[in-house]
């Protein structure tokens, strides 16, 4: 059964940190992208971040780049995104996902068919 968990989501105050965690298993593919998307209430799932199998290439929104970091442990099937600075609107439930082609670094959620349940993420101002 394939399974990708997120954790490390909390409440934070604006210009704080978190680091959130997606943990794998079950996955009957040994390499993959891994994407992490978040959702605001009443908005739609937007992209936030990207990492091939090989950590060659990264890819960020426009609104978090130089903020978030990515970055993975694939011995311990771990992938990471590292939030700094984070501000109000930042605040979303956070999706991590897997692209079994993982050569492709795509932006678009149709491009994950695996999903975490997510982990709520809120920044007060």
């Known amino acids: 059964q394939v399974q990708l968990v997120e954790s490390g989501g909390g409440l934070v105050q604006a210009g704080g940190s978190l680091r959130l965690s997606c943990a794998s298993s079950g996955l009957t593919f040994d390499r993959y992208t891994v994407g992490w998307f978040r959702q605001a209430p009443g908005k739609e799932r937007e992209f936030v971040a990207a990492v091939t199998w090989t950590t060659d290439r990264t890819s960020f929104a426009d609104s978090v780049k130089g903020r978030f970091t990515i970055s993975r442990d694939n011995a311990k099937k771990m992938v990471y995104l590292q939030m700094n600075g984070l501000q109000p609107e930042d605040t979303a439930v956070y999706y991590c996902?897997?692209?079994?082609?993982?050569?492709?670094?795509?932006?678009?959620?149709?491009?994950?068919?695996?999903w975490g349940q997510g982990t709520q993420v809120t920044v007060s101002s």
């Open positions: 996902a897997a692209d079994p082609l993982f050569t492709r670094l795509s932006t678009l959620a149709l491009a994950y068919p695996y």
